[in-house]
């Protein structure tokens, strides 16, 4: 069984950047997709991109595209999510997700295993 | 990109109660399709993956259907640890895709 923490919570200022950091134990990790996920204040559930790490291969929500950095570091089994010139939209919980990929795309599929959240506040 | 048209957006029931909630794709994803359950300052939880597959460990009151664009979750007797919020989740393409979630709440 796999468990994931996050990094702690963040309060940062309009324009800036953010790094949280996902780390997994009990289990292999360059076997799954780490995913991004957030969820903004009475909103639902978001899907950002996600990170491959045995080849790696990373895909990216298109609306983040330009913003978002996601990459993983197979020698500490911990994953990686940036994102940049944040705004109060971007004020939200952010999980990491790590769970199944298939298909000729090497696509993710399931969010099985989550981290307990990162909560980010956008403020000035 | 796949939109995921969920319904009701909220259900207010009682213990004992079947809950069904439907996922509308607005394009056919056979059966890639996932239910996660989401209580408040936790993290979601799969239910069931593959359209009807149910996780390891979940109770098999919970049921899932449908494939191509048409699914359904029920909840055949509500217990009380199951107030919460629900999602459908499609991976038939990307960008992966949420519906707008199902908040089932006491009656």
């Known amino acids: 069984q796999l468990q994931v923490v996050q990094s702690g919570s963040e309060v940062t200022k309009p324009g800036s950047s953010v790094r949280i950091s996902c780390t997994a134990s009990g289990n292999t990790f360059t076997n799954y997709a780490v995913n991004w996920v957030r969820q903004a204040p009475g909103q639902g559930l978001e899907w950002m991109g996600a990170v491959i790490p045995i080849f790696p291969l990373t895909r990216y929500e298109e609306s983040f595209k330009d913003r978002v950095l996601i990459h993983a570091d197979e020698s500490v089994n911990t994953a990686y999510m940036e994102l940049t010139d944040l705004t109060s939209e971007d004020t939200a919980i952010y999980f990491c997700?790590?769970?199944?990929?298939?298909?000729?795309?090497?696509?993710?599929?399931?969010?099985?295993?989550w981290g307990q959240g990162t909560v980010v506040s956008v403020t000035s | 990109d796949i939109q995921m048209t969920q319904s009701p957006s909220s259900h207010s029931a009682s213990v004992g109660d079947r809950v069904t909630i439907t996922c509308q794709a607005s394009q056919d994803i056979a059966k890639s399709l996932n239910w996660y359950q989401h209580k408040s300052f936790k993290a979601p939880k799969l239910l069931i993956r593959?359209?009807?597959r149910l996780d390891s460990g979940v109770p098999s009151r919970f049921r899932g259907g449908g494939s191509e664009t048409n699914f359904t979750f029920t909840i055949t007797s509500l217990q009380p640890e199951d107030f919460a919020t629900y999602y459908c989740?499609?991976?038939?393409?990307?960008?992966?895709?949420f519906g707008g979630g199902t908040k089932v709440d006491v009656k």
């Open positions: 997700a790590m769970g199944d990929w298939g298909g000729e795309m090497a696509m993710p599929t399931t969010f099985e295993f």
């Open positions: 989740q499609q991976y038939g393409a990307l960008p992966l895709t």
């Open positions: 593959d359209a009807s």
